[in-house]
């Protein structure tokens, strides 16, 4: 099987559907051999790419690469989950791995516009789009699909699982991989919610609550069907979730952002988890246990996967030194990679969940400077 010999081959297609916050066609990146019938279609975190709440923060996101393809890196290195060296990703070097470029902020469930603005959300219709786009070319002939995503693109990943598996007949496999996507409807160091406060923005302006699931919506307000707690249960297609206990992000943004913490009193500790107090990893020892219990009925199927390292990290599938490397974060003797491919391919079941911090000397833990 022959690949091009590069890093990424970009291609942007015209489609009425398919438009970004400023109007900008959707961008895909590929690097593939479109004889083969294994994919990884990847919803990809693309460098801090969060959502967006407000009109404010939407206006300034279409100005950036989160928001416009006229923004967006011409090329981007194809490492972890996506490399096509078998030494790097033994189980999946020789798939097709399309990288479909993140844009809308609200996880690819918008459709609403703002004319005042120049803003259109359309993250539902760029991601039929795009799935459409690759059906045509070849993806319907797949006998093995694969999912997968990372933090922003970790939860599209969980939102359209039971879509995208729908898309195949019964004999193709079909299973989804959310990478640091459990976004936790956690309390802050203050007491307040202000990632629930932040969802509450998103989903309203974005118009996403008709594209959630409607298992979740039926009993449930909009916000509650944005945060993967209410959703994993119910997904009825094989599901891997790979996450940090001490996720950096929720840290730095949910649990102790700046909003939260006034005085400053977490600024250190959310900057490096190195400088945390006896009290402040206490509290965090409280948001890992808050993670365990949500994972509990989830993890009872069979079917699913699970992978929660003792690291202060966020996104590990995309990362050569964390996926597969001499030195990769190891848990119950499996590296992440050997992990995803066991219960992938059926191998063994795998539902590991490390020690509390800071037992875990394999990490590779995320320090910031500010």
Known sequence: MA?????????????????????????????????????????????GGGWCNSIRTCVYRKRTRRGSSTFMEKEIPFTGILSNKAEENPDFFNWNRVKIRYCDGASFTGDSEDKTAEL??????????????????????????????????????????DGFRNLFPRTTRVKCLSD?????????VSGGHTLRNFYTGV????????NLPEICTNHLDPTSCFFPQNLIASVRTPL???????DSWQIQSSIAPPSADPHGYWHDCRLNYAKCTTSQIQFLQGFRIHMLNIIKE???????GLFINSCFSH???????????????????????????????????????????PCDNTCHHLVFRS
């Not at 083969?36 to 990847?42: A, E, G, M, N, V």
């Not at 640091?180 to 802050?188: K, N, P, R, V």
């Open 180 to 188: 640091a996507g459990l976004f936790l409807d956690a309390i802050d």
């Open 315 to 357: 996104c590990q599938s995309e990362r050569q030194d964390t996926w597969f490397a001499e030195n990769s974060p190891i848990v119950k003797n499996k590296v992440i990679a050997v992990a995803v491919g066991d219960w992938y391919f059926e191998r063994a079941g795998v539902k590991v969940i490390d020690c509390p911090y």
């Open 240 to 246: 891997f979730i790979l996450n940090a206990a001490y």
């Open 298 to 304: 989830f993890s009872r199927s069979y079917k699913n």
């Open 203 to 210: 989903v309203g302006l974005q118009g996403a609550q008709k």
């Open 120 to 161: 259109q959300f359309r993250g539902q219709r760029i991601w039929a789009a795009a799935i459409e786009d690759l059906m045509s070319e070849g993806m319907r002939f797949a006998q093995q699909a694969l999912l997968s995503g990372c933090s922003a693109g970790g939860l599209a990943t969980i939102i359209h699982c």
């Open 3 to 47: 690949f091009k010999d590069m890093n990424i081959t970009t291609s942007m297609k015209q489609n009425p559907h398919c438009w970004r916050l400023m109007n900008h066609l959707c961008l895909r990146a590929i690097l593939s051999s479109w004889d083969s019938p294994l994919f990884i279609p990847q919803l990809p975190k693309e460098q």
